[in-house]
């Protein structure tokens, strides 16, 4: 089915062409018609579906044109960064009207807002602390409101904005459409849906669990003194364009951005001690392909649309198996290929059955050709009893046993 059968504006499918999409993806061709038809619309589909759209290219077709009247459509959005993309590409879809975007958050001055704000905005994508701050000045009201999109609201949650979000939703007219996009549905997100949603219809788009079909995810097993040395072999063995390094936290990041640094790498750091400015300069900079590495934590990294990123590569294993998804996410976005590693200590065994148990698959593990493997109890045979899955045994330092090697070639 095309754009057009699905009820758009002629406007939006102007925008659409000019985005270059031919068809819809499957939560487009869900969704759209829900939103449209007026009905409150609770979505679970992953990163990468063309979710942004999803919602957006409806509210946009029924906003019409600009009215001075305040925010008739409200974004909330857990990360500035995923507020400033869902901003971005609401500029684009709606290039051929006169509809107003603005985006709200904190870490950065306020008069730009304000302004933006007082010239009237038809469409508000924020970060729930600073709405709520222009809230309190007077910057804006709420009262206009008739579109209102929860984004990620499962990631809402475990960053405590449930709260702030709560407060908003109450700001808002009863008499509104309301989205809401969540991986998972905790009952917190449950209760949520309870109180601020109106007969709403659920739109699962493939298994919630399931990692991207085009992903090629693999575990590199390696001692724990070895971690960053795998690391750099892997970087030197592969083909990679752009590469994204997961790490579980800040320090970590910036340790291993700058063990990259010294190997010549050119790296860009994200997570959230650095400023505003810094993330965004990061984030440009790997967008535009002047840093090949982006070295990030979840939270800062979690739903960006950063396009051809060839690899992605699990510095630390997440420690919740949702993340694991949502990291391999980032590569084989758009039906582009990409390949997904997981370096894997001795003690992340436990991480890494829940991941396995949640996707219902068994992640294989693999050996880097020519790395000299120092010892690891990871490479023991398996124990009666014991899971599966960690075939091989060294005897005389090599190692033996059920691993694959990964294919190498080398660095463009
Ligand atoms: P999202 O899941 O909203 O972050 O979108 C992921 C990527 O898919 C973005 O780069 C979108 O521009 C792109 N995209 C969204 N819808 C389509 C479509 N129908 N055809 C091709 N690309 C799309």
Redesign the pocket.
């Known amino acids: 089915m095309s754009f057009a059968a699905l009820g758009l504006s002629e406007k939006m499918l102007e925008g659409?062409r000019a985005?270059?999409?031919?068809?819809?993806?499957p939560i487009?061709l869900r969704a759209i018609p829900l939103v449209l038809s007026g009905k409150d619309v609770i979505g679970s589909?992953q990163?990468?579906?063309?979710?942004?759209?999803?919602f957006a290219l409806p509210i946009l077709s029924k906003l019409g044109s600009h009215n001075p009247v305040g925010p008739r459509a409200l974004i909330l959005e857990p990360t500035r960064e995923l507020a400033a993309?869902v901003e971005t590409?609401i500029r684009d879809y709606s290039r051929f009207t006169d509809l107003k975007t603005t985006v709200v958050f904190g870490g950065v001055g306020y008069g730009k807002q304000n302004d933006e704000l007082k010239a009237g905005a038809d469409i508000v994508a924020a970060t729930p602390g600073r709405l709520l701050d222009h809230l309190e000045q007077g910057t804006l009201k709420l009262d206009k409101v008739e579109f209102l999109v929860l984004d990620e609201a499962d990631r809402m949650l475990d960053m405590g904005f449930l709260p702030d979000v709560r407060r908003l939703v109450e700001q808002c007219p009863r008499k509104r459409h309301t989205a809401l996009f969540s991986a998972t549905i905790p009952p917190q997100i449950e209760t949520l849906i309870q109180w601020a949603m109106h007969n709403p219809e659920t739109i699962e788009i493939g298994a919630r669990r399931s990692p991207a079909e085009n992903v090629k995810h693999v575990i590199y097993p390696v001692s724990d003194t070895q971690k960053t040395d795998l690391l750099l072999a892997l970087l030197e063995s592969v083909n990679y364009d752009s590469v994204i390094i997961f790490c579980r936290t800040k320090h970590g990041a910036d340790r291993v951005a700058t063990t990259l640094k010294r190997a010549n790498h050119a790296v860009a750091v994200l997570h959230s001690n650095r400023t505003q400015k810094e993330r965004e300069q990061a984030l440009e900079g790997f967008r535009e392909g002047k840093f090949e590495v982006l070295v990030a934590t979840d939270i800062a990294a979690r739903?960006l649309?950063i396009?051809d990123v060839s690899h992605v590569i699990n510095y630390d294993v997440p420690q919740h198996p949702e993340d694991y998804i949502h990291r391999i996410g980032r590569t084989g976005?758009?039906e582009a290929t990409g390949d997904a590693f997981t370096i894997m200590i001795a003690e992340d065994a436990p991480h890494v059955f829940a991941i396995e148990r949640f996707i219902s698959q068994k992640i294989p593990r693999v050996k880097m050709e020519k790395f000299e493997y120092r010892y690891t109890a990871l490479f023991e045979e398996p124990k009666a009893g014991a899971p599966a899955g960690f075939p091989g045994k060294v005897r005389g330092g090599r190692v033996h046993g059920g691993y694959h090697f990964a294919p190498g070639g080398r660095r463009r």
């Open positions: 659409v985005m270059g999409y031919t068809d819809p993806t487009q589909a990163t990468g579906t063309g979710k942004t759209a999803a993309q590409a739903g649309d396009a976005r758009a």
